[in-house]
C-alpha cells in the first residue's frame, strides 16, 4: 500500500467533511437574512395581499408623497422611480409595480437621519400605476403614478 | 467574483446626496437563455448603508429590482470626511460591502 496516497486521501477527506460544514454555515446565513426577509410580501401576487403582508391595509391617500417617474417608459428593464416622502418622521418607504408579476418591489428603511428619499431603478412588465407605500409614526400613506411601458422589462 | 460598487457621497449643506451603483445579474428567474432553459433567480435582497457606523438605510429587494441597481439617498447632518459604507446580500448568499469617504462640497 503506497502510504502517500494514504494520506492524501485522508486529508482530501478532512478537507470535504470542512467543506460541508462550510456549505452548512452558508446556508444558515442565507436563512438568517431570509428571515428579515419580507418573503410573504414580495411573493404576493396581486396588490392589495402586497399592501396586506406590508401591514398597509388601512392606508390612506396622501398629497405628501411625490412619485417621481416618467409618463412613458420606452424599456421596462430600467424604469426610474424616486419617491420623496414629506411626511414627518418617515420609517419606510415600499415601492409596488401593480402590474408586474409580483408586484412589491422594494423596501426601503430610513433611520439616524436617512432621510424620507430613495431613488431606484426597476423592472416593469407592463403599463401599470405605480403605488409609494410610506409608513411613518406607524401609519401608512400611500401615492401613485401610472407609467406607460412600450417595451416590457420582465422576459 | 462581484465587481466593486461605485459609491459618491456629495455634500449639499448638512445632507449627503449619495449615490451607490451596485453591478449585479438580477435575473428575475422568468428569463430564458439561448437553450430556452430558465435562467435561475438572482438578485440583490438586502441591502444595508451606513453612515459612522449607524444605520441609515436597511433595504429589502426583490427581482424587480433592474439590473446593476442604482440607489439614491439623502442623509442629514453629516460633514465633508464622514464614513458611508453599503453592504449588499443576495439570495445566493453572496455579499459584498464597499466603504466611501463624504466629499466637500464644490
Same mark, same amino acid.
Given at each position: 500500500m503506497n502510504s502517500i496516497r494514504r494520506t492524501f486521501l485522508k486529508l482530501a477527506g478532512s478537507a470535504g467533511a470542512l467543506a460541508v460544514l462550510g456549505t452548512a454555515g452558508l446556508l444558515r446565513t442565507a436563512g438568517a437574512w431570509a428571515a428579515t426577509w419580507n418573503k410573504a410580501g414580495f411573493e404576493s401576487k396581486a396588490l392589495a395581499d402586497a399592501m396586506k403582508n406590508l401591514g398597509a391595509t388601512n392606508a390612506a391617500e396622501s398629497r405628501d408623497i411625490s412619485i417621481t417617474a416618467p409618463d412613458i417608459a420606452e424599456n421596462g428593464a430600467v424604469v426610474p422611480i424616486a419617491v420623496l416622502s414629506r411626511i414627518p418622521n418617515t420609517q419606510q418607504i415600499s415601492i409596488i409595480a401593480e402590474k408586474n408579476p409580483f408586484p412589491l418591489a422594494a423596501t426601503f428603511e430610513v433611520a439616524n437621519g436617512g432621510e424620507g428619499y430613495v431613488s431606484t431603478r426597476i423592472k416593469m412588465g407592463q403599463t401599470s400605476d405605480v403605488w409609494a407605500v410610506v409608513k411613518a409614526d406607524g401609519k401608512f400613506f400611500t401615492a401613485k403614478k401610472e407609467v406607460k411601458i412600450t417595451v416590457g422589462g420582465c422576459g | 467574483m462581484s465587481e466593486p460598487m461605485k459609491i459618491r457621497a456629495t455634500l449639499k449643506g448638512d445632507t449627503v446626496d449619495l449615490r451607490v451603483l451596485m453591478l449585479h445579474p438580477m435575473e428575475t428567474g422568468q428569463r430564458k437563455n439561448s437553450r430556452g432553459d430558465i435562467v435561475p433567480l438572482h438578485f440583490i435582497q438586502s441591502v444595508v448603508? $451606513?453612515?459612522?457606523?449607524? $444605520? %441609515?438605510?436597511? *433595504?429589502?429587494w426583490s427581482q424587480a429590482v433592474a439590473r446593476n441597481p442604482f440607489l439614491g439617498l439623502r442623509i442629514k447632518g453629516a460633514k465633508a470626511g464622514d464614513k458611508i459604507s453599503v453592504t449588499w446580500v443576495d439570495n445566493k448568499g453572496d455579499k459584498r460591502t464597499d466603504? *466611501? $469617504? %463624504? *466629499?466637500a462640497a464644490s
Open positions: - | 448603508i $451606513t453612515h459612522n457606523g449607524k $444605520t %441609515v438605510l436597511d *433595504a429589502q466603504e *466611501a $469617504t %463624504v *466629499a
